[in-house]
């Protein structure tokens, strides 16, 4: 995630060098992978302090000479404002307008020697800026576009700022004295970006406001985040749009509210740049409104064309208020999203729709149908929270990876919603001169309950090696916006709603830790005694089969435990489906990986389709547990198996034998000969059938009695459905071995 240190600053102060900054991040567990610096030194492009400075635009008149250029007289500090040649066509609408001051109009002005880039050639070339005559006018400086300033490859025209327009209503947005002609650019626009790799317990911080909170709890600095208030001056918006779900589960909240008037326009430049150095590409205000708060506040919101919904209601409830619902797909359904393509939907997807369809999939994109369009002047916000397992499944099944469902498939809280709901009102009321109808609509049908925690602080310090005070450690926790009350010797504790990763006292003690700084955790000994040393014979004897079959020429290869019931039914050519239950994945990583696997044969098999493909020669095995799930219990039996292939030449290509004869069913058996007479333990075989293995060509391994594994010739059926490539007629040879029946067998001593 990419972090603009100058928005952090609006939230938290920071005394601290870039570098510091990242440090402290790091250690606490935000790593920062890389920090980018945009003007400042440092960066590729350094803008001078003397000669990259703010401009304030005065008058734009027309050039005497030239039609596509225009004289730009600017204020930049001076005694004497400068008049600038430029062919901007963003000044142009200012052409006539004479006296500019009221318009508050900023724009960067570099003078004579300073290096800016080249707009008009490809890449960035960087350029000595030299005064020149242009069409006879000397001109000795230049107001300046992104590209020539390294900001972004935009040349259509020049920065445009104004300070009127660029500062909301609420105070601290942006600072006033930095909109002031011939101010240092770097103080302006100057920025830093930290690139944080977010961990999955760390889903929090996806957002301005998280990582600001952390910093100030790291620092100690006081923690300001935004306004939430709403200027609802609109109609009320009580039955005009009612929100159900039949899901709440899934969807355990859903707000909205209506914004009417709405203007497309651009956003301001401070929005915009922020979006751009936070890596979001600017639209209109609509859209970068809604993206901001979503970088922002860390609750994705989406914005519905409220005309397009009054319209389909017209259709379902005439006079009627729009109905918004969320529910589970029925079979079949399909939607249109936001990017064109048409998704047929699984039955767990969660749908925000109406009754006259589907409008988008719950948290990870809109539809079509609904999105904000140039015509667009009424506006149905919305903000909602969902079930973070079911958007990462979601997410995955469908290919759509988005910011939303980045977030959402990480945890949101609910409580969330409201305020990302509130700010982006507001600033859709500030920036886009819309309307906010009065009342916001929230069904809240399952409030998630509040996370209390006790804490014992001899436990914290046994666990942490730190030997700190219970005040302290409140002291602490209290930073972090836990709240805490001294019961008897424990720290009860309640969870603040935006820490969604934190269940028992081992979570607050790494809270403790992470601000006291893991660098200064004290080396400590062991206290407690140690525990008596046994060896593990299991594995012993596990790593003693994998050392006989290397030996004997085998590879070892290490597959997926997820599959699917279709991928191991080609076990099983015509022969009787596995009816066996599986366990199953509630959510898988891959559609097709969505089972544990009940063979361990199928595994092995597919790594062998895939090497056949480049290889002539395979000689494979592969040990790892095969899951049972049982009528009633709540854990499978994992059983570990046994498998090995051999397919190909017998012996590996040289230029002495390059006709080597293939693997046949005695080479197998030559094999397992070996490896049990390694191992000491009697074995015998005997003819058997098997719907996997060939008939006539399959015999069973049996230690007494007992039946401990299957070796033969794979059928052809079986060759096939696995696509094992290799030459006609070339067979394929398999066993599968119950190892966990055979490691007991293996003796622990043995007369030679």
């Known amino acids: 995630m990419r972090v603009p240190l100058s928005w952090l600053r609006e939230y938290v102060d920071i005394d601290l060098s870039i570098e510091e900054v990242a440090q402290l991040l790091t250690n606490a567990g935000l790593e920062v992978e890389s920090i980018s610096r945009t003007g400042l030194p440092g960066a590729a492009l350094e803008w001078d302090r003397e000669r990259v400075v703010l401009g304030r635009v005065l008058r734009v008149e027309p050039h005497p000479d030239a039609d596509r250029l225009v004289l730009a007289t600017v204020d930049y500090g001076a ?12 000044l142009f609408p200012y052409l006539g307008r004479g006296d500019l001051s009221g318009e508050q109009l900023y724009s960067p002005l570099a003078l004579e020697g300073a290096t800016l880039y080249d707009g008009h050639k490809d890449g960035f070339v960087k350029t000595r800026l030299k005064g020149r005559p242009l069409r006879g006018i000397y001109n000795d400086a230049m107001l300046c576009s992104e590209k020539e300033l390294g900001i972004s490859e935009e040349h259509e025209g020049i920065i445009l700022m104004s300070r009127r327009g660029d500062l909301p209503d609420h105070p601290g947005e942006l600072e006033v004295h930095r909109y002031e002609a011939g101010r240092p650019l770097q103080d302006v626009l100057g920025d830093a970006v930290l690139e944080i790799a977010i961990l999955p317990n760390m889903a929090r911080a996806t957002s301005i406001l998280g990582v600001a909170r952390e910093l100030a709890a790291l620092t100690g600095a006081a923690f300001r985040p935004p306004s939430y208030e709403v200027g609802m001056d609109g109609p009320p918006v009580d039955g005009r749009v009612v929100i159900s779900t039949d899901e709440p589960e899934l969807n355990p909240r859903f707000v909205a509210l209506l914004i009417e008037g709405v203007q497309q326009i651009p956003s301001p430049y401070w929005m915009q740049y922020r979006l751009r150095q936070a890596g979001q590409r600017p639209i209109n205000v609509v859209v970068d409104i809604s993206n901001y708060v979503m970088l922002e506040v860390g609750q994705p919101n989406h914005t519905f064309d409220y005309d397009v919904l009054r319209r389909r209601a017209d259709g379902y409830a005439p006079g009627g208020p729009i109905h918004i619902h969320t529910r589970l797909p029925q079979p079949g359904e399909t939607l249109t999203t936001l990017d064109g393509a048409t998704h047929k939907l699984e039955p767990y997807n969660i749908l925000v729709t109406d009754p006259a369809g589907n409008l988008s999939v719950g948290g990870i994109m809109g539809g079509l149908e609904s999105e904000i369009t140039a015509a667009t002047s009424n506006v149905l916000l919305e903000a909602a929270a969902w079930n973070f397992i079911n958007i990462r499944r979601s997410a995955n099944a469908l290919d759509l990876h988005t910011e939303a469902g980045y977030r959402f498939s990480r945890g949101v809280h609910p409580s969330l919603a409201l305020l990302g709901a509130r ?12 309307t906010v109808a009065q009342g916001i609509i929230d069904a809240y049908p399952k409030p998630p309950a509040p996370v209390v925690v006790d804490l014992d602080p001899v436990y914290a310090r046994k666990l942490s090696g730190l030997d700190l005070p219970a005040a302290e450690m409140a002291a602490m926790l209290e930073r972090l916006e836990f709240a805490v009350e001294m019961r008897g010797d424990r720290l009860r504790t309640t969870t603040p709603d935006h820490r969604m990763d934190v269940e028992g006292p081992h979570d607050l003690v790494e809270e403790i830790c992470r601000l006291y700084g893991y660098d200064r955790v004290p080396n400590t000994r062991l206290a407690d005694t140690l525990p008596p040393q046994r060896g593990n014979i299991t594995l012993e004897r596990e790593e003693r089969v994998r050392d006989v079959l290397v030996r004997l020429g085998l590879q070892e290869v290490w597959s997926y435990r997820l599959t699917s019931a279709a991928r191991e039914a080609r076990l099983l050519p015509g022969g009787p489906a596995d009816e066996r239950p599986y366990v199953t994945l509630s959510n898988p990583p891959a559609p097709d990986r969505n089972v544990m696997r009940h063979s361990i044969l199928a595994s092995a098999l597919e790594a062998t389709a895939a090497n056949s493909r480049h290889a002539a020669r395979m000689a494979l095995f592969e040990i790892g547990e095969v899951y049972l799930a049982g009528e009633d219990e709540l854990l499978p039996d994992e059983l570990t198996r046994l498998a090995l292939v051999l397919t190909g030449r017998r012996a590996a290509d040289s230029w002495a034998d390059g006709n080597a004869a293939t693997f046949d069913y005695l080479d197998l058996k030559g094999i397992l000969d070996a490896l049990f ?20 060509r399959t015999a069973r391994i049996l230690v007494g009695e007992r039946q401990i594994g299957v070796m033969g010739e794979l059928h052809p059926g079986v060759v096939k459905g696995f696509d094992v490539r290799g030459e006609r007629g070339q067979p394929v040879l398999a066993a599968d071995i119950d190892l966990a029946a055979l490691l007991p067998l293996i003796p622990d001593h043995y007369r030679y």
Request: charged fraction near 20%.
């Open 677 to 696: 007479a390694d191992l000491h333990v009697a074995v015998s075989f005997e003819a058997a059938r098997h719907p996997t293995y060939r008939p006539g």
């Open 79 to 90: 005694a004497e404002p400068k008049v600038v040649v430029t062919g901007a066509t963003n």
């Open 423 to 434: 700010r982006a009102a507001e600033l859709l009321r500030q920036l886009a001169g819309g």
